[in-house]
């Protein structure tokens, strides 16, 4: 079993910056795929980025050139570093690990972008 634990959730106003962390436990956090999701309320959970373990990464077109994924390896973590954030950024952030055929959800963020 995999710990998956978010911080850096919060309140900021339009246009102001967030750094999301996720960390899992385990010694073999470098052979993970992590990836974000969120879900604000009365959707359905969508996909936000995604790091392999190989450093291959992906966004969401709603999210392409305004966050930045990354990870540490060496400390067990991934970032999500969001900028330029409008009010449909608001939403409970998710963090997923992926190891082979399974899966590991942490508990989620909450992200409430407003004035």
């Known amino acids: 079993q995999v710990q998956v634990v978010e911080s850096g959730g919060g309140l900021v106003q339009p246009g102001g910056t967030l750094r999301l962390a996720c960390t899992a436990s385990g010694s073999r956090f470098r052979d993970y795929a992590m990836a974000w999701f969120r879900q604000a309320p009365g959707n359905q959970r969508d996909f936000v980025a995604r790091i392999g373990a190989s450093g291959y990464i992906n966004y969401a077109n709603s999210v392409k050139g305004r966050f930045t994924v990354s990870r540490d390896n060496a400390k067990n973590t991934v970032y999500l570093q969001m900028n330029s954030l409008r009010r449909e950024d608001t939403a409970v952030y998710y963090c997923?690990?992926?190891?082979?055929?399974?899966?590991?959800w942490g508990q989620g963020t909450q992200v409430t972008v407003s004035a």
């Open positions: 997923k690990v992926e190891s082979g055929i399974e899966s590991y």
